[in-house]
């Protein structure tokens, strides 16, 4: 957990910046040479790296990629395996720029560390808008009338497999893919997305100097990043499903969050937080000090560049209690993840989702896996969850192909369902017998 711990920390902050696949290779070369006095051939690095990208299909990678390729040529070279974050900081230093890091920040209430969770949503936004890709986004929804929270790995508008993607398109066209479900009316203090739009401009603000150009059509894409000690892939439906299900209920989350439909007085009720509180100067002075920490190269949006020259201490007392702020989140939502009012345009929330597997120690990637959103299918494995939650049910064992899980679980000696399944196989078992004895009785 810990070695998984560091190389979600080292991908967070390289968030912003991106490289063309055909520099990945010259780079991963200068890396080993110039910065960790490694001599690996130019051939071993190409093959490498060639491996690697022919899976990434994509024409530009996130610099953690890269890092991950020079933990691979070591690999294959039987060399001695570098520290995650000696790899990261060398790799920044080679492409001349500086790692993003994190800044600690002096908390004094509740409402002062609620603030700051929302501050990081707004800045993540904002990266994904300026780089094409954000990591590390908490989201927060109420499913089956309880607050869940969680935190997204990373959202890009690069679909990762654009067949599946034209598969869904197709099915969806055919009819195929089922009807869309009613809207959900909204509580009745909180707006739709269209209205906080309008809300804003008749506040005397021109929305489209400061929203830049919104692509109604582009979609946003969620991956999750998990470590593994073994260097295979979990192969099989019954090792996939909790990814899956973790990845589908992000997905509805963040769809709930970014459509304006999170009642937010709810999510402040839950974490004891209250909404009009103003923070204090301590936190306003020293969130309001930090820079969007964006690549200049890899800007997409350049709007953003607009808005990171803005004074964020004045942006911060505009927005100083968690109920304004909240608005402003939304605002920076309907920026990033453009929702329609129109109930039968397509989600801007992709269906396409991937998980990525990294090797725990060094951060390398394994091989990726990519899943379709099953709205059905979520359904009935929340309602099966929640009626457990509210003591509706038993709760239930694992599968049989599941038993693995016994031999880590610290409840396994005392399990009364485990005990109760050895107990029916040993009945079964007795039956057999004694049914292969009397039949061998009567042939005699």
Known sequence: MEQGSSVHKVMEEQTTTKLPVEKVNSLVQKVLQDELKTVVSAEVVAKVVQKVLEKEKRPAVPVDVAAGLIHKVLESEKIAPVPVATVSESLHKALGEKMRIAVPVEVTTREDA????????IQGLRTLRATGAT???????????????????????ECPDDELEAHISEQQESGQGGKRKLKQPLPHDQQTITSLWQSTASAGKDINSWLGTIDQHRKVYLADIKTRGSRTLPSGDVALRPTAMQLMMYRRMLTMLAS???????IFERYHVQDDVPFSDTFITQV?????????????????????????????????????????M????????????????????????????????????????TFVYDGPALDAYLKNIMA????????????????????????????SWRKDKVDQNLRKASRN???RQGKQKSEV
């Open 330 to 369: 939304m605002s920076e939502f309907a920026r990033a993840i453009p929702f329609s009012e129109d109930s039968d345009a397509p989600s801007p929330v992709g269906d396409v989702l991937r998980a990525e597997y990294r090797a725990s120690g060094s951060g390398s990637v394994l091989g990726t896996k």
């Open 260 to 266: 304006n439909s999170v009642p937010a007085k709810q």
């Open 433 to 435: 017998k004694l049914r």
């Open 288 to 328: 309001g000090g930090l820079e969007l920490n964006v690549n200049g190269a890899s800007i997409e949006d350049t709007s953003v560049l607009f808005e990171n020259e803005q004074d964020a201490i004045d942006e911060l007392l505009a927005h100083n209690n968690l109920e304004k702020l909240w608005s402003l």
């Open 135 to 157: 990591r590390e986004i908490e989201v927060w929804a109420v499913v089956e009338g309880e607050v869940v929270n969680g935190v997204i790995d990373e959202l890009s508008y």
């Open 114 to 121: 609620f603030g700051l969770r929302i501050w990081n949503i």
């Open 388 to 415: 457990w939650w509210r003591g509706e049910r038993m709760p239930q064992g694992v599968d049989v192909e599941e038993a693995f899980k016994c031999r880590i679980c610290e409840f396994a000696e005392q399990c």
